[in-house]
Protein backbone atom coordinates (compact mmCIF):
# COMPACT_ATOMS: atom_id res chain seq x y z
CA UNK A 1 0.00 0.00 0.00
CA UNK A 2 2.91 2.57 0.67
CA UNK A 3 3.58 3.27 -2.73
CA UNK A 4 -0.24 3.85 -3.58
CA UNK A 5 -0.80 5.58 -0.27
CA UNK A 6 -1.66 9.76 -0.94
CA UNK A 7 -5.08 11.49 0.54
CA UNK A 8 -7.63 12.71 -1.69
CA UNK A 9 -9.73 15.33 -2.81
CA UNK A 10 -13.41 15.74 -1.29
CA UNK A 11 -15.18 12.48 -1.16
CA UNK A 12 -18.41 11.64 -3.13
CA UNK A 13 -19.92 9.20 -1.25
CA UNK A 14 -22.01 6.11 -3.62
CA UNK A 15 -24.86 4.42 -1.51
CA UNK A 16 -25.33 1.27 -2.47
CA UNK A 17 -29.26 -0.22 -2.56
CA UNK A 18 -30.87 -3.24 -1.24
CA UNK A 19 -30.91 -4.56 -4.56
CA UNK A 20 -27.38 -3.76 -5.33
CA UNK A 21 -26.68 -6.23 -2.79
CA UNK A 22 -28.73 -8.24 -3.71
CA UNK A 23 -27.26 -8.62 -7.37
CA UNK A 24 -23.85 -9.24 -5.78
CA UNK A 25 -25.02 -12.74 -3.99
CA UNK A 26 -26.61 -11.36 -0.82
CA UNK A 27 -29.98 -11.21 0.60
CA UNK A 28 -31.13 -8.36 2.88
CA UNK A 29 -30.71 -10.76 6.18
CA UNK A 30 -27.22 -11.76 4.68
CA UNK A 31 -26.36 -8.24 4.00
CA UNK A 32 -27.08 -7.51 8.11
CA UNK A 33 -25.32 -10.76 9.41
CA UNK A 34 -22.85 -10.20 12.48
CA UNK A 35 -19.28 -10.39 11.62
CA UNK A 36 -17.90 -13.41 14.80
CA UNK A 37 -15.38 -11.06 17.05
CA UNK A 38 -12.04 -13.47 16.86
CA UNK A 39 -9.73 -11.62 18.94
CA UNK A 40 -9.75 -11.33 22.89
CA UNK A 41 -7.58 -8.14 23.04
CA UNK A 42 -7.75 -4.96 21.61
CA UNK A 43 -5.10 -4.65 18.90
CA UNK A 44 -2.09 -1.98 19.55
CA UNK A 45 -3.72 1.32 17.94
CA UNK A 46 -0.80 4.21 18.57
CA UNK A 47 -3.27 5.71 21.25
CA UNK A 48 -1.25 4.33 24.36
CA UNK A 49 2.75 5.35 23.77
CA UNK A 50 4.49 2.32 25.29
CA UNK A 51 2.87 0.02 22.99
CA UNK A 52 5.20 -2.33 21.81
CA UNK A 53 6.87 -2.93 18.36
CA UNK A 54 4.68 -5.45 17.70
CA UNK A 55 1.48 -7.28 18.98
CA UNK A 56 0.55 -11.27 18.44
CA UNK A 57 -2.45 -12.77 19.10
CA UNK A 58 -3.34 -16.43 18.18
CA UNK A 59 -6.48 -17.70 16.42
CA UNK A 60 -5.85 -21.11 17.54
CA UNK A 61 -2.34 -22.99 18.60
CA UNK A 62 -1.01 -23.06 15.19
CA UNK A 63 -2.26 -19.75 13.78
CA UNK A 64 -0.88 -16.49 14.82
CA UNK A 65 -2.07 -13.04 13.71
CA UNK A 66 1.30 -10.19 14.10
CA UNK A 67 0.43 -6.12 13.93
CA UNK A 68 3.44 -3.84 13.56
CA UNK A 69 2.76 -0.97 15.73
CA UNK A 70 1.79 2.20 14.62
CA UNK A 71 4.52 4.03 16.23
CA UNK A 72 7.22 2.21 13.72
CA UNK A 73 5.52 2.90 10.87
CA UNK A 74 2.25 4.51 9.71
CA UNK A 75 1.27 1.57 7.64
CA UNK A 76 0.91 -0.76 11.06
CA UNK A 77 0.50 -3.71 9.06
CA UNK A 78 -1.03 -6.91 9.80
CA UNK A 79 1.25 -10.25 8.90
CA UNK A 80 0.02 -14.23 9.52
CA UNK A 81 1.35 -17.15 10.38
CA UNK A 82 0.55 -20.73 10.08
CA UNK A 83 1.64 -23.89 11.18
CA UNK A 84 1.24 -27.02 9.41
CA UNK A 85 3.09 -30.48 10.39
CA UNK A 86 5.20 -30.24 7.36
CA UNK A 87 6.27 -26.34 6.74
CA UNK A 88 5.26 -22.94 8.45
CA UNK A 89 4.52 -20.27 6.25
CA UNK A 90 4.30 -16.34 6.98
CA UNK A 91 2.18 -14.12 4.44
CA UNK A 92 3.90 -10.80 4.68
CA UNK A 93 7.18 -9.78 6.28
CA UNK A 94 6.21 -6.21 7.85
CA UNK A 95 6.94 -2.30 6.93
CA UNK A 96 9.98 -0.60 7.31
CA UNK A 97 11.36 -0.38 11.01
CA UNK A 98 9.31 -3.31 11.69
CA UNK A 99 10.88 -6.35 14.21
CA UNK A 100 8.76 -8.84 12.58
CA UNK A 101 11.49 -11.28 12.43
CA UNK A 102 11.86 -11.06 16.05
CA UNK A 103 8.55 -12.30 16.69
CA UNK A 104 8.03 -14.88 13.94
CA UNK A 105 11.24 -16.81 15.55
CA UNK A 106 9.86 -16.76 19.12
CA UNK A 107 6.91 -18.21 17.82
CA UNK A 108 8.14 -20.75 16.10
CA UNK A 109 10.65 -21.46 18.50
CA UNK A 110 7.42 -21.81 20.99
CA UNK A 111 5.66 -23.85 18.65
CA UNK A 112 8.98 -26.22 18.14
CA UNK A 113 8.52 -26.93 22.18
CA UNK A 114 5.24 -27.27 22.58
CA UNK A 115 5.23 -29.77 19.65
CA UNK A 116 8.56 -31.88 20.69
CA UNK A 117 10.22 -30.65 17.54
CA UNK A 118 13.61 -29.35 16.70
CA UNK A 119 12.70 -27.42 12.86
CA UNK A 120 10.17 -27.13 10.93
CA UNK A 121 11.34 -25.20 7.09
CA UNK A 122 10.02 -21.42 6.88
CA UNK A 123 8.24 -19.99 4.26
CA UNK A 124 7.63 -16.00 3.49
CA UNK A 125 5.44 -15.34 1.09
CA UNK A 126 3.41 -11.88 0.50
CA UNK A 127 0.06 -10.72 -0.20
CA UNK A 128 1.51 -8.92 -2.77
CA UNK A 129 4.59 -7.09 -2.84
CA UNK A 130 4.31 -3.50 -2.24
CA UNK A 131 6.98 -2.26 0.42
CA UNK A 132 4.86 -2.06 3.60
CA UNK A 133 4.54 -6.28 2.97
CA UNK A 134 7.70 -6.67 1.75
CA UNK A 135 10.46 -4.41 3.63
CA UNK A 136 11.31 -7.27 6.35
CA UNK A 137 12.29 -9.78 3.55
CA UNK A 138 15.67 -8.72 4.20
CA UNK A 139 15.74 -10.12 7.72
CA UNK A 140 14.56 -13.56 6.30
CA UNK A 141 17.01 -13.77 3.53
CA UNK A 142 19.75 -15.59 5.70
CA UNK A 143 17.69 -16.88 8.38
CA UNK A 144 18.21 -21.06 8.03
CA UNK A 145 15.64 -23.44 6.62
CA UNK A 146 13.57 -20.21 5.03
CA UNK A 147 11.95 -19.58 1.70
CA UNK A 148 11.35 -16.51 0.73
CA UNK A 149 9.02 -16.20 -2.21
CA UNK A 150 9.83 -13.67 -5.55
CA UNK A 151 7.93 -10.71 -5.97
CA UNK A 152 6.39 -11.08 -9.32
CA UNK A 153 3.44 -12.92 -10.51
CA UNK A 154 5.52 -15.44 -12.81
CA UNK A 155 7.26 -16.02 -9.10
CA UNK A 156 4.20 -16.28 -6.83
CA UNK A 157 2.51 -18.52 -9.73
CA UNK A 158 5.62 -20.61 -9.91
CA UNK A 159 5.72 -21.53 -6.31
CA UNK A 160 2.55 -22.03 -5.42
CA UNK A 161 2.25 -24.21 -8.79
CA UNK A 162 -0.58 -22.04 -10.33
CA UNK A 163 0.07 -23.03 -13.76
CA UNK A 164 -3.14 -20.70 -15.21
CA UNK A 165 -2.39 -17.21 -13.69
CA UNK A 166 -5.27 -15.41 -12.64
CA UNK A 167 -7.59 -17.49 -12.99
CA UNK A 168 -6.50 -20.88 -11.13
CA UNK A 169 -6.82 -21.44 -7.48
CA UNK A 170 -3.11 -23.12 -6.20
CA UNK A 171 -3.30 -25.45 -3.26
CA UNK A 172 -0.44 -25.42 -0.42
CA UNK A 173 -0.09 -28.18 1.82
CA UNK A 174 1.46 -27.34 5.01
CA UNK A 175 1.02 -30.97 5.82
CA UNK A 176 -2.34 -31.63 7.23
CA UNK A 177 -2.91 -28.29 6.71
CA UNK A 178 -4.41 -27.41 2.72
CA UNK A 179 -4.60 -23.92 2.04
CA UNK A 180 -6.25 -22.86 -1.34
CA UNK A 181 -3.92 -19.17 -2.55
CA UNK A 182 -6.17 -17.52 -4.81
CA UNK A 183 -4.80 -14.81 -7.39
CA UNK A 184 -6.12 -11.73 -7.07
CA UNK A 185 -4.16 -8.99 -9.08
CA UNK A 186 -5.76 -5.63 -9.55
CA UNK A 187 -4.79 -3.12 -6.16
CA UNK A 188 -0.78 -4.73 -7.45
CA UNK A 189 -0.02 -7.69 -10.05
CA UNK A 190 1.13 -10.20 -7.84
CA UNK A 191 -1.54 -9.85 -5.24
CA UNK A 192 -3.29 -13.06 -3.61
CA UNK A 193 -5.46 -14.04 -0.96
CA UNK A 194 -5.00 -17.12 1.48
CA UNK A 195 -8.18 -19.42 2.26
CA UNK A 196 -7.64 -21.37 5.36
CA UNK A 197 -10.44 -24.44 5.38
CA UNK A 198 -9.23 -25.27 9.04
CA UNK A 199 -10.34 -21.91 10.21
CA UNK A 200 -12.61 -21.05 7.49
CA UNK A 201 -10.78 -17.60 7.21
CA UNK A 202 -9.62 -15.53 4.18
CA UNK A 203 -6.53 -13.55 4.45
CA UNK A 204 -7.42 -10.77 2.04
CA UNK A 205 -4.19 -8.74 1.80
CA UNK A 206 -5.02 -5.09 0.14
CA UNK A 207 -7.76 -6.20 -1.83
CA UNK A 208 -10.12 -6.40 0.88
CA UNK A 209 -9.84 -4.65 4.60
CA UNK A 210 -11.27 -2.32 6.83
CA UNK A 211 -9.65 1.00 4.88
CA UNK A 212 -9.01 2.56 1.40
CA UNK A 213 -9.02 0.27 -0.99
CA UNK A 214 -6.57 1.48 -3.66
CA UNK A 215 -6.85 0.76 -7.13
CA UNK A 216 -5.25 1.53 -10.22
CA UNK A 217 -7.35 2.87 -13.05
CA UNK A 218 -5.80 1.14 -15.55
CA UNK A 219 -6.05 -2.26 -13.54
CA UNK A 220 -10.17 -1.94 -12.31
CA UNK A 221 -10.65 -4.36 -15.01
CA UNK A 222 -7.97 -6.82 -13.63
CA UNK A 223 -9.51 -6.08 -10.25
CA UNK A 224 -13.27 -6.28 -10.68
CA UNK A 225 -12.21 -9.55 -12.42
CA UNK A 226 -10.34 -10.76 -9.48
CA UNK A 227 -12.94 -9.90 -7.37
CA UNK A 228 -15.79 -11.65 -9.12
CA UNK A 229 -13.64 -14.98 -9.35
CA UNK A 230 -13.58 -14.21 -5.05
CA UNK A 231 -16.85 -14.07 -5.01
CA UNK A 232 -17.52 -17.03 -6.41
CA UNK A 233 -15.15 -18.74 -4.17
CA UNK A 234 -16.82 -17.11 -1.54
CA UNK A 235 -19.94 -18.66 -2.95
CA UNK A 236 -18.96 -21.88 -2.80
CA UNK A 237 -16.66 -22.04 0.60
CA UNK A 238 -17.92 -20.87 4.53
CA UNK A 239 -16.00 -17.75 5.30
CA UNK A 240 -16.36 -16.64 9.48
CA UNK A 241 -14.27 -13.58 8.36
CA UNK A 242 -12.08 -11.67 6.06
CA UNK A 243 -8.62 -10.47 7.67
CA UNK A 244 -6.74 -7.77 5.57
CA UNK A 245 -3.41 -6.29 5.89
CA UNK A 246 -4.13 -2.78 7.08
CA UNK A 247 -7.30 -1.28 9.33
CA UNK A 248 -7.60 2.18 8.10
CA UNK A 249 -11.59 2.71 9.76
CA UNK A 250 -12.59 3.69 12.94
CA UNK A 251 -16.00 2.51 14.29
CA UNK A 252 -17.80 5.33 12.44
CA UNK A 253 -19.67 4.02 9.20
CA UNK A 254 -17.84 5.57 6.40
CA UNK A 255 -15.07 7.45 8.59
CA UNK A 256 -11.37 6.75 7.46
CA UNK A 257 -8.23 8.48 9.41
CA UNK A 258 -6.06 10.55 7.99
CA UNK A 259 -3.37 9.21 5.67
CA UNK A 260 0.16 8.76 7.93
CA UNK A 261 -2.30 9.54 11.16
CA UNK A 262 -0.02 8.46 14.39
CA UNK A 263 -2.65 7.01 15.97
CA UNK A 264 -5.79 5.10 15.59
CA UNK A 265 -8.91 5.70 18.15
CA UNK A 266 -11.77 3.84 18.32
CA UNK A 267 -10.37 1.61 15.48
CA UNK A 268 -12.89 -0.78 13.50
CA UNK A 269 -12.45 -4.59 13.91
CA UNK A 270 -9.95 -5.98 11.70
CA UNK A 271 -12.15 -9.03 10.85
CA UNK A 272 -14.82 -8.05 7.78
CA UNK A 273 -17.91 -10.58 7.30
CA UNK A 274 -17.92 -12.25 3.69
CA UNK A 275 -20.96 -9.92 2.98
CA UNK A 276 -18.29 -7.05 2.40
CA UNK A 277 -17.26 -9.35 -0.83
CA UNK A 278 -20.37 -9.02 -2.27
CA UNK A 279 -20.76 -5.43 -1.21
CA UNK A 280 -17.13 -4.90 -2.99
CA UNK A 281 -17.87 -6.84 -5.87
CA UNK A 282 -21.09 -4.68 -6.39
CA UNK A 283 -19.34 -1.27 -5.70
CA UNK A 284 -16.50 -1.64 -8.44
CA UNK A 285 -19.45 -2.51 -10.83
CA UNK A 286 -20.01 1.97 -11.19
CA UNK A 287 -17.70 3.88 -13.69
CA UNK A 288 -14.63 4.02 -11.81
CA UNK A 289 -12.30 4.87 -15.11
CA UNK A 290 -10.98 8.15 -13.64
CA UNK A 291 -7.96 9.02 -10.67
CA UNK A 292 -9.34 10.33 -7.47
CA UNK A 293 -12.54 8.91 -7.21
CA UNK A 294 -13.61 7.36 -4.21
CA UNK A 295 -16.49 5.22 -3.01
CA UNK A 296 -17.43 5.29 0.56
CA UNK A 297 -19.19 2.37 2.32
CA UNK A 298 -19.55 1.67 5.82
CA UNK A 299 -16.50 -0.68 6.46
CA UNK A 300 -14.12 0.19 3.04
CA UNK A 301 -13.62 3.07 0.79
CA UNK A 302 -13.07 2.26 -3.52
CA UNK A 303 -9.81 4.87 -4.00
CA UNK A 304 -9.06 4.99 -7.70
CA UNK A 305 -5.39 6.11 -8.22
CA UNK A 306 -3.33 7.43 -11.36
CA UNK A 307 -2.16 4.49 -14.16
CA UNK A 308 0.84 2.70 -13.07
CA UNK A 309 3.27 0.63 -14.66
CA UNK A 310 3.06 -3.03 -12.95
Known sequence: MASLTRRFGPVRPVVLSLALLAAGGLGVNAAHAATPKMFAERWIDGTNGAEPATQVQALDDDTFVIRQSVKTNFEAPFVYLLFGRDKVLLIDSGAQDGQIRQAVDRLIDDWLVRNKRTTIPLVVAHSHSHGDHTAGDA????????????????????????????????????????????????????????????????????????????????????????????????????????????????????????????????????????????????????????????????????????????
Do not use: C
Not at 204 to 218: A, E, F, I, Q
Open 139 to 310: AFQERANTTVVGLKPADVAAFFGIAKWPEQIGRFDLGGRVLRILPTPGHQAAAIMVYDPRLKVLLSGDTLYPGRLYVPVNFMGDNRASVKRLAAFAARHPIRAALGAHIEMSRAPGHDYEHEAAAHPNEHPLELGPEQIAELKAGLAAKLDTADQQQVHDHFIIVTVPPRAE
